[in-house]
């Protein structure tokens, strides 16, 4: 299953970007679907996600308030809009596409090649 993310770039602190990813359609309506990112030295972690019917959404604590996860069930998109942006932020961010009944990384089941979000100070 091939998961395609795209949007990552560099930002100053405060800024913003949007990632987006695109998911094979039957992925997309039986997997939960979210981000994910993993920052240098560091191990990867929960971002946001939506339940697997696409009413409920999920964030990590370090990021409620500032990023905002969204869908277009039409094209199968997931969008993480990502606001007021920090240089804790800097990390690889992945799409994935998971059945666990958790948030761990280790439940995930498709991982979508990593785009890179760089905020300077």
């Known amino acids: 299953v091939q998961l395609q993310a795209s949007g990552g770039g560099l930002v100053q602190t405060g800024g913003s970007l949007e990632l987006s990813c695109t998911a094979p359609?039957?992925?997309?309506?039986?997997?939960?679907m979210g981000w994910y990112r993993q920052a240098p030295g560091k191990e990867r972690e929960f971002v946001a996600a939506?339940?697997?019917?696409?009413?409920?959404?999920y964030y990590a604590d370090s990021v409620k308030g500032r990023f905002t996860i969204s869908r277009d069930n039409r094209k199968n998109i997931i969008y993480l809009q990502m606001n007021s942006l920090e240089p804790e932020d800097t990390a690889i961010y992945y799409c994935?596409?998971?059945?666990?009944?958790?948030?761990?990384?280790?439940?995930?089941?498709?991982w979508g090649k990593g785009t890179l979000v760089t905020v300077s100070s």
């Open positions: 359609g039957d992925t997309f309506r039986s997997y939960h």
């Open positions: 994935a596409a998971t059945s666990g009944s958790s948030w761990s990384p280790a439940g995930v089941t498709y």
């Open positions: 939506f339940n697997w019917i696409g009413d409920k959404t």
